[in-house]
T-cell receptor
Framework: GNSVTQMEGPVTLSEEAFLTINCTYTATGYPSLFWYVQYPGEGLQLLLKATKADDKGSNKGFEATYRKETTSFHLEKGSVQVSDSAVYFCALTRRGRDDKIIFGKGTRLHILP | EAQVTQNPRYLITVTGKKLTVTCSQNMNHEYMSWYRQDPGLGLRQIYYSMNVEVTDKGDVPEGYKVSRKEKRNFPLILESPSPNQTSLYFC??????????????FGSGTQLSVL
């Protein structure tokens, strides 16, 4: 079935470090792919998305490229800030009657000043 | 302001005492859903609704009920809560079809503790 696997956390980095959070997926057809972010004490919010192969989603300095050949959608940022500390969820939509959104388990990111 | 509003934010209750967590959205979204978030398990869908009077089970529906009598409201009902339902709950909504229809809007969450 459809699923999302992302790297386990927590991930701890120093401010201005380069960030990569790995995400791979299993899906039939051509799903859309997403990264959601959950800041402390809040609900999830959409960070970026890509709807077809080779698309790059970007927002707030974060980027992810839809790689169909490796079934991946890794999240990257060139220089992280303390304010990026949050939990990041990779997700995909399953095409069908309900267009269900399937989430990975989340990766907690800690950025040290 | 477009938002999904959940209440209460925190709730402590005892086993067997019926409770309702309310959820309301002001974006005229057709689709609404409830999730629970547990450490190491991520987000799991409890129930969802694709329109008024249309509800369906998600991945973990046991012990929960929902109703969708109006488009904006989607309450989550625990008829007889048990300690294994202690969790962080999120309501979410989105439109169906059209540009941006895949974006889910989340409420701020309800932290439930069942003693």
């Amino acid at each position: 079935g459809n699923s999302v696997t992302q790297m386990e956390g927590p991930v701890t980095l120093s401010e201005e470090a380069f960030l990569t959070i790995n995400c791979t997926y299993t899906a039939t057809g051509y799903p859309s792919l997403f990264w959601y972010v959950q800041y402390p004490g809040e609900g999830l919010q959409l960070l970026l998305k890509a709807t077809k192969a080779d698309d790059k989603g970007s927002n707030k300095g974060f980027e992810a490229t839809y790689r169909k050949e490796t079934t991946s959608f890794h999240l990257e940022k060139g220089s992280v800030q303390v304010s990026d500390s949050a939990v990041y969820f990779c997700a995909l939509t399953r095409r069908g009657r309900d267009d269900k959104i399937i989430f990975g388990k989340g990766t907690r990111l800690h950025i040290l000043p | 302001e477009a938002q999904v509003t959940q209440n209460p934010r925190y709730l402590i209750t005892v086993t067997g005492k019926k409770l309702t967590v309310t959820c309301s959205q002001n974006m005229n979204h057709e689709y609404m859903s409830w999730y629970r978030q547990d450490p190491g398990l991520g987000l799991r869908q409890i129930y969802y609704s694709m329109n008024v009077e249309v509800t369906d089970k998600g991945d973990v529906p046991e012990g929960y009920k929902v109703s969708r009598k109006e488009k904006r409201n989607f309450p989550l009902i625990l008829e007889s809560p048990s300690p294994n339902q202690t969790s962080l709950y999120f309501c979410a909504s989105r439109s169906l079809g059209g540009t941006g229809s895949e974006k889910l809007f989340f409420g701020s969450g309800t932290q439930l503790s069942v003693l």
